[in-house]
């Protein structure tokens, strides 16, 4: 099964990841890629550089440029996860939390993928 597990940040902090968190976090990222467990990962670049699409009822589409301000909490990254059960998902999950030591103050979602090619419901 596919799993997909997405970091929540507050962009306000400022916080940049430190050249021993990279370093920690490429050898878990190698690891996991080596074993089958890691399909993909990146982080996304700052709300400022985002567009929001939207549809409307009745079919209008708008745009709005970042960075939104009305949103504190905003992804900054994902990994896709390949895992025997939602509970091994979490764990690779947390493997991937504790590797941002004690000053991060950050969560993750953790979702399971759909459809035929993830191990879902087609």
């Given amino acids: 099964m ?4 997405m970091i929540r940040i507050d962009e306000t902090t400022g916080h940049v990841p430190s050249e021993q968190l990279m370093a920690d976090m490429g050898r878990l990222i190698e690891e996991l890629t ?5 399909v993909s990962t990146a982080g996304l670049r700052p709300t400022a550089e985002g567009v929001r699409v939207r549809l409307h009822r009745g079919g209008r589409l708008t745009t709005i440029d ?8 905003v992804i900054g ?9 939602k509970a091994e998902a979490v764990e690779l999950t947390r493997r991937f939390l ?22 879902g419901t087609p």
């Fill in 2 to 5: 596919r799993f997909l597990s």
């Fill in 34 to 38: 080596r074993t089958g467990q890691l």
């Fill in 66 to 73: 970042g960075p939104f301000t009305e949103t504190k909490e």
């Fill in 77 to 85: 990254g994902y990994a896709i996860l390949e895992a025997q059960s």
């Fill in 98 to 119: 504790q590797v941002h030591g004690t000053d991060w103050d950050v969560e993750c979602e953790v979702r399971q993928l759909d459809g035929p090619e993830c191990g």
